[in-house]
C-alpha cells in the first residue's frame, strides 16, 4: 500500500506490546482477586496452569517425551498440509493457526480411539509431563528470541509516534479488561486468570497471553476453564478473524 516505514513501525509496536504484555497481565490478575477476594476451586486439574508442587508433579520418562514429540510432529505435518489447502484461497493465516487446528483433529481421533486415554502409541497420562515440558520451553524460546531479535537503534524515527499510540492502546486494554471482559467471564477466579490472558493477546501475543496465565496459576492455583477458552478465542478465532478483516481492508 506505499505505506513509510511500515516494517519499522510494525517492529516499534510489536516492542512495546510484548513487554506491555508481559508486565501488566500479573498485576491486573493480582489486584482483581484482592479487590474481590477471589481463590483457586482447587478442583481443576491440568498439565500446564497448575500449582507446582511436589505433590501434583507428575511423573516425567522418556518415552512420553518421545509419544510428545511424536505427535506434536504429526500436528505440523498435518497442518502444513492444512495451510496448503488455505493457500489456494484468498484467505490468509498464519502457519500456525492450520497447526492448531490439526493438534485439535489429533486430540479428538486420539481421546476417541483411546477412550481411556492409554493404548501403545496414544498414552495421554504418560505425555502430559512431557507436552507440558516441550510447552515451556518454546514458549520460553519464542520469547527470548522475539526480544533479541529487535533492534532498537533502528526504531528511533518512529519510537515517539509509536509509544503514544500504544500508551493509549495500553490504557484502553486495561479499561477494558477490568470493566468488560472480567465481568462478561463471570467475576470469579477463572474470570481473573482469562484477564491476565487477555491484556497478554491484546498486547501481545498469544504466546504472552499464556506466559501470563501460567504465571498467575502457579502462583494461585489452578484454572481449567481459561487454558481451554483463551487458546482457542485467542490462537484461532481471533487470527481468523484478523486475516478476513486485513485481506477485507487491504482489498
Request: hydrophobic letters at 55%; proline letters at 3%; charged letters at 10%.
Amino acid at each position: 500500500l506505499g505505506i513509510a516505514q511500515a516494517q519499522e513501525l510494525g517492529l516499534a509496536a510489536n516492542m512495546i506490546g510484548l513487554i506491555a504484555a508481559c508486565s501488566i497481565g500479573g498485576p491486573i490478575a493480582s489486584m482483581l482477586m484482592r479487590r474481590h477476594q477471589l481463590r483457586a476451586s482447587g478442583d481443576s486439574t491440568l498439565e500446564i496452569g497448575t500449582l507446582h508442587s511436589n505433590e501434583q508433579r507428575a511423573r516425567l520418562d522418556y518415552y512420553g517425551v518421545l509419544l510428545a514429540l511424536l505427535w506434536l510432529n504429526c500436528a505440523l505435518m498435518l497442518g502444513s498440509g492444512i495451510n496448503a489447502l488455505v493457500e489456494r484461497t484468498p484467505v490468509t493465516l498464519p502457519a500456525f493457526v492450520g497447526c492448531l487446528l490439526a493438534g485439535i483433529i489429533l486430540r479428538m481421533v486420539g481421546d476417541w480411539m483411546a477412550p481411556d486415554g492409554r493404548r501403545h502409541l496414544w498414552n495421554w497420562p504418560s505425555m502430559q509431563p512431557g507436552i507440558a515440558l516441550i510447552s515451556e520451553i518454546s514458549l520460553g524460546l519464542f520469547l527470548t528470541m522475539a526480544l533479541m531479535g529487535l533492534r532498537l537503534w533502528e526504531l528511533q524515527p518512529v519510537l515517539a509516534f509509536i509509544t503514544v499510540a500504544m500508551l493509549v492502546q495500553i490504557v484502553l486494554v486495561i479499561a477494558f479488561v477490568l470493566l468488560i471482559v472480567f465481568r462478561a467471564m463471570g467475576k470469579d477466579y477463572q474470570a481473573a486468570v482469562m484477564c491476565s490472558g487477555f491484556g497478554g493477546i491484546a498486547l501481545g501475543s498469544t504466546a504472552t497471553a499464556i506466559a501470563n496465565m501460567t504465571a498467575v496459576t502457579r502462583e494461585h492455583g489452578a484454572a481449567r476453564e481459561a487454558f481451554i477458552v483463551v487458546p482457542l478465542v485467542c490462537g484461532f478465532v481471533i487470527d481468523i478473524a484478523n486475516a478476513l478483516v486485513i485481506s477485507l481492508m487491504a482489498g
